[in-house]
């Protein structure tokens, strides 16, 4: 099992940045984490994703440049660093785990329960 908790949500403004962390808790070592973000009636849609053992990273093509992943072994955190943001919406941001580094939501087995995130123009 894998306990996943998100924090660090917010408001920002159209060209700002945020962090976001991710403790994991439970047998997540050999696992990719991965963060995807929701906004209302739409499917999760993947950011970025590391693999834990030896930092792999993995980005969606529209984050990469802006968005940096990374993770604190220390802390059992994984951090997501969203640069530029486009202040469009507002999202939930998840993180998952899963077995393999992967952009597919469907390829993660746990997930936490989100933090809102809100852009503005």
């Known amino acids: 099992q894998v306990q996943l908790v998100e924090f660090g949500g917010g408001s920002v403004q159209a060209g700002g940045s945020m962090r976001l962390s991710c403790i994991a808790s439970g047998a997540f070592t050999r696992n990719a984490i991965g963060w995807f973000r929701q906004t209302p009636g739409k499917e999760r849609e993947f950011r970025a994703a590391?693999?834990?053992?030896?930092?792999?990273?993995t980005y969606a093509p529209s984050v990469r440049g802006r968005f940096t992943i990374s993770r604190d072994s220390a802390w059992n955190t994984v951090y997501l660093q969203m640069n530029n943001l486009p202040g469009k919406d507002t999202a939930v941001y998840y993180c998952?785990?899963?077995?393999?580094?992967?952009?597919?939501?469907?390829?993660?087995?746990?997930w936490g329960r989100g933090t809102q995130d809100t852009e503005s123009s």
């Open positions: 998952a785990a899963g077995w393999a580094l992967s952009q597919i939501p469907g390829a993660y087995n746990y």
């Open positions: 590391i693999l834990w053992t030896d930092e792999t990273t």
